[in-house]
Nanobody, 116 residues
Framework: QVQLVESGGGLVQAGGSLRLSCAASGSISSINVMGWYRQAPGKQRELVATIPSGGTPNYANSVKGRFTISRDNAKNTAVYLQMNSLKPEDTDVYYC?????????WGQGTQVTVSS
């Protein structure tokens, strides 16, 4: 059973920074994609950033230049999201996702709130 646990969300003023972390446990293929998604109430979950094992990150246009995704390649089971220059519109629940050849798995989500 694969489990993902996120941490690092919270309340921050506009222009501030937060760092999200996600740790995966269980039987995980070394070839995988880890990523961050976000969702506001009543809206669809949207991609923020993804990074494949040994590959190049991919970002939503709305976060390019402000957010940086990285992963712990030594462990291959942790992913981070450094969020700088945060805006009120970044307020959402952020979810970690792990995709392998055998399936996709989600974390429980962590709330990020940016005050104006």
């Amino acid at each position: 059973q694969v489990q993902l646990v996120e941490s690092g969300g919270g309340l921050v003023q506009a222009g501030g920074s937060l760092r999200l972390s996600c740790a995966a446990s269980g039987s995980i293929s070394s070839i995988n994609v880890m990523g961050w998604y976000r969702q506001a109430p009543g809206k669809q979950r949207e991609l923020v950033a993804t990074i494949p094992s040994g590959g190049t990150p991919n970002y939503a246009n709305s976060v390019k230049g402000r957010f940086t995704i990285s992963r712990d390649n030594a462990k291959n089971t942790a992913v981070y999201l450094q969020m700088n220059s945060l805006k009120p519109e970044d307020t959402d629940v952020y979810y970690c996702k792990l995709t392998t050849m055998t399936g996709s798995f989600w974390g429980q989500g962590t709330q990020v709130t940016v005050s104006s």
